[in-house]
C-alpha cells in the first residue's frame, strides 16, 4: 500500500511538473496579435442544419481554394459527408486544406486521413502532443473552427462537424450555438489566422501568397478579430466587465471563470450592473456542470441571474456589454479558454447584430430555460455536492 501510494504521489508530482514548465515554454513562445476593424456583410446561424446546408453549398462553389480548421470533426454519416464534398473538390482541382485539432478529432481514422490526401486534400492535426511536455501538450487545444472559401467567404463561431450538431444526440437533444458566416472585409484576418496555424503544423508558410487574400469589399457590419492561445483573453475580458455600466449578458457550456473574472463580476453587481448567466442544464462533459456551482453559490447571493437551458443542449459563446459590444466567438467562459486553448473571437459594435443576438439570448434564458434560485441550488443532492468538490480541484483542466 504504502509503495503505492509514493508512485500515486511521484505520478501527480510528475503531471504538476510537466504541466507548469510546459505552459511556461507556451507563455514563451505566444505573441498578440492586433487586427483593425473590418466591415463585413453577415450571415448568423443558430441551427446547424441550416449552417451545414450553407457550409456546404459554399464548398460546393469554391473555385480557387478551401481553408477549413475544425475542433471536432466526428466519424459519422454528416462527418463523412462533409469530408467526401472535400475530397471532391480536390479531384475538381480545388486547393483544399484541412486542419484538425489532434485530440478533438480523435476519431478521426487512418484510414479516412489516407483516403483525404490520396484525394489530393492537403491534411494534418493541429495541436500535435509532443514530447518532453505530453501531459501539457495534451491539454493544449486549437478550438478554433474557421473556414475560408477563395478567399472571399469565411465561417467562424461555435459549431463542429457531426451529428449531435444537428440536434441527433439521444441525451443532449436540440443544440443551440452561433456561428457567423462573412463576406468580403473580415475574411483576410480568418485567412491570416488559419494560414498561422497551417503553418505551425505543416511548415508550409502562405502569408505571402496573394492569391489567399484578394481585394475585399467592405460591408455594414464592424468587427475586429481576437485570436488568443492560452493568454490575454482574461485581460480582455476583465476590461470589458470593468467598463460595463448597466447589463452584463453570459452565455456559455461551461461557467468556470477563476477568481479574479469572478471578482469584477461582483464588483460590477455592486455598482448595479444587472449580471444574467445562461448554461446548460445538461453536460456533455464530466464535472463541467459541478464545476459551476461554487460559482453559482456567491453570484446567487449578489443578485445575479442564473438560468439553465432546458430545450436541449446550449453551446453558445457570447458576452454583451451593455447593449453596445458583443463578444462573439469560439471561447468559453472557462479557464481552459483563457489560459490553455487556441481561441479566436471577435467584438462586434452593431446595432442590428447586437439586437438580434441579445433577442435570442432572452428568448434562450426566458422561455428555455429553469431559472436557478437560492432554494434550488439548496437542494443540490448529496452526490452532486461531492462532485463539485472533486471538480473544483481539476477546474484548470475542464
Known sequence: MTIIL?????????????????????????????YPQRHANWQLFTDGQELYNHLFEDISNAKHHIHILFYIVKNDSISNDFLNLLKKKAEEGVKVRLLLDRVGSYRISRKAVRLLRESGVHFSFSNKPRFPFIFYTVNYRNHRKITVI???????????????????????????????????????????EFILDWGKATKEYLHNESVYFPKLKQGPLPLRFLPTDGAFMKDLLIDLIKNSKSEILIGTPY?????????????????????????????????????????????????CQIYRYTNGFYHGKIIL????????????????????NDELNCFIRDPAFIEKI??????DAFHRSEKLTTKKYEKRPFLQRSKEFFSSLISDLL
Open 6 to 34: 509514493i508512485i500515486l504521489l511521484i505520478f501527480i508530482a510528475w503531471l504538476a511538473i510537466d504541466f507548469f514548465f510546459g505552459r511556461l515554454k507556451h507563455l514563451n513562445s505566444v505573441t498578440k496579435r492586433n
Open 150 to 192: 477563395d478567399g472571399n467567404i469565411g465561417y467562424f463561431g461555435g459549431f463542429n462537424i457531426g451529428k449531435e450538431y444537428l440536434g441527433h444526440d439521444s441525451y443532449l437533444g436540440y443544440w443551440q450555438d452561433f456561428h457567423l458566416k462573412i463576406r468580403g472585409d473580415g475574411v483576410q484576418d480568418l485567412q491570416s
Open 255 to 303: 461557467f468556470i471563470p477563476g477568481y479574479e473574472i469572478l471578482q469584477v463580476i461582483l464588483a460590477a453587481r455592486k455598482r448595479g450592473v444587472t449580471v444574467k448567466i445562461l448554461v446548460p442544464y445538461k453536460a456533455d462533459h464530466l464535472f463541467v456542470k459541478e464545476a459551476a456551482f461554487p460559482y453559482f453559490k456567491v453570484m446567487l447571493k449578489a443578485g
Open 321 to 340: 456589454i451593455d447593449n453596445g459590444l458583443c463578444d462573439f466567438g469560439t471561447a468559453n467562459f472557462d479557464k481552459r479558454s483563457f489560459f490553455i
Open 358 to 363: 441579445r433577442n435570442e439570448f432572452l428568448i
